[in-house]
């Protein structure tokens, strides 16, 4: 029998979890996979297929759970495409996806691969259920599969560890510092700390400003790559506007917009910060290491296990501005601690290639 990979994605956000999911299709797709991705019309991962050319099956809304009507029709396109392995990244499909497993009139393997972490505890008998109709559950690294069996009743013989893939390829023919500055018109002479992503708090802008506030080496700036959320107002920006003004840092923040090409702008600065407060795993630690760019990271969440404990970047106490400003600090005096080629190398094991592997292993392909 052929098999025929389904991934589910209702969202109509474009994420870290909506990007991976529309990833993940097309690199089985180039791996000569027959794939198909359900999602809803006009979402932005509808919208991504298109242009990578992968297979679309148009879905419509759904409730988070019981939907049974909902579940009867995905069960329907399930078996008029012949999918044989449905692949689900969200919580929000969970309930659908077993619900179609349940009506297809074929023997489906039903996989989760978890993005995030456990807010709470999920052993009561409905989750217990509901995660019984899953075939396996995936984490990306080793913390994340402990909150599964300590947080879960799911069976642990059909727990594995995959970790988040990334496309090497992209991170080819980079630019140098000095050409990767011209292009982000930077100084070249600084020492720039930089950080990428939506203006919000969750993400740590203000957090770094107060920690280069604290820095007297006028020679230390940051680069804050992003933009406002669309949709939620720009108070947050306004707060990141108005710490630069009441410390004076304009001459040493520079603000761009966000880029797709986000390895000149990892070429271009000393060091990259992670400065949310715990990130579930984090692409862009791993997409700076692969630049060979070092990291200064919040010692919480998928960075510790990312950084080895410390081995490839510096661990800050979360949300310490002190401690932030103490690493970028020691980084100064240290710019050789953590060197290029040993974390392009250590980047190589989230390999797409590697991973697609992985998932054709646990997956039976």
């Known amino acids: 029998m052929t098999n025929v990979l389904g991934y589910l994605c209702s969202s109509i956000s474009w994420g870290g979890l909506e990007m991976n999911q529309m990833k993940n299709a097309l690199w089985m797709k180039e791996r000569g996979h ?28 759904h409730k988070k759970y019981y939907d049974f009507k909902a579940g009867k029709a995905l069960a329907y396109k399930l078996d008029e495409h012949q999918i044989t392995h449905l692949i689900v990244r969200d919580t929000r499909d969970m309930s659908i996806a077993v619900s179609a497993k349940r009506k297809s009139k074929r023997k489906i393997h039903l996989s989760y691969f978890n993005e995030m972490q456990f807010g709470v505890k999920k052993t009561n008998l409905l989750h217990t259920i509901r995660f019984s109709y899953f075939d396996l559950w995936s984490s990306p690294l080793n913390w994340l599969a402990k909150q599964v069996e300590t947080m879960t ?11 988040s893939g990334l496309d090497l ?12 500055r011209d292009v982000l018109k930077f100084p070249k002479d600084k020492i720039i700390f930089g950080l990428i992503g939506r203006f919000d708090p969750d993400k740590g802008q203000v957090l770094l400003l107060e920690a280069l506030s604290k820095i007297n080496n006028p020679n230390v700036c940051i680069c804050l790559l992003g933009e406002p959320t669309i949709g939620e107002g720009n108070s947050y ?15 040493r923040v520079f603000i761009r917009p966000f880029m ?10 000393d060091a990259f910060v992670m400065a ?53 600090n020691h980084f100064v005096e240290f710019p050789t601690e953590f060197p290029s080629q040993a974390l392009k190398e250590e980047a190589t094991k989230y390999d797409h290639n590697k991973v697609c592997e992985m998932v054709e292993e646990k997956l039976g392909l």
């Open 169 to 180: 390829r992209v991170f080819e023919n980079e630019l140098s510092r000095d050409e990767a």
């Open 260 to 269: 797709k090409d986000i390895k000149t702008f990892f070429n271009a600065i």
């Open 153 to 163: 009743n799911f069976n642990k013989k059909k727990i594995c560890i995959i970790p």
């Open 237 to 251: 920006s306004d707060l990141m506007n108005l710490t630069i003004e009441n410390n004076q840092l304009s001459d």
């Open 276 to 328: 949310s407060k715990a990130e579930t795993f984090g692409m862009v630690t791993i997409e700076s290491m692969a630049c060979g760019t070092p990291v200064i990271a919040s010692n919480s969440g998928g960075s510790i296990e990312i950084l080895d404990f410390g081995k490839f970047g510096l661990l800050f106490t979360p949300l310490d501005s002190n401690s932030l400003a103490k690493k970028m």
């Open 34 to 61: 027959q794939v198909y991705v359900f999602c809803k019309l006009e979402s932005p991962i509808y919208k991504a297929c298109l242009e990578a050319e992968i297979a679309i099956i148009q879905i419509g809304n």
